[in-house]
């Protein structure tokens, strides 16, 4: 049976950064590392809170990415 191991996890946040000549939003990302492998939701929430309130744009959204190694 198959497992996958966890290797990593990273926030990342993407900001609005403003709009180009066409209307489009630009979007600029800033990623943390090291995020342990069992925090909660909720603890990320207050966290990312926390992390956004550090930059004057405004958050479009916040992901979790978590890679691991797939073993037989």
């Known amino acids: 049976m198959a497992s996958i191991d966890f ?3 990273v926030v990342r946040l993407t900001y609005d950064a403003g709009l180009t ?13 090291n ?3 069992s925090v909660t939701a909720d ?6 809170g926390i ?7 405004t958050l479009l959204t916040a ?10």
């Not at 000549?21 to 990302?29: A, C, E, N, P, T």
């Open 7 to 9: 290797k990593q996890a």
């Open 21 to 33: 000549q066409d209307g489009k939003v630009i979007k600029k990302s800033k990623s943390y590392r």
């Open 35 to 37: 995020v342990n492998e």
């Open 43 to 48: 603890e990320l929430t207050n966290v990312i």
């Open 51 to 57: 992390l956004s309130g550090f930059s004057s744009r």
């Open 63 to 72: 992901e979790k990415i978590e890679t691991g190694k797939i073993q037989n």
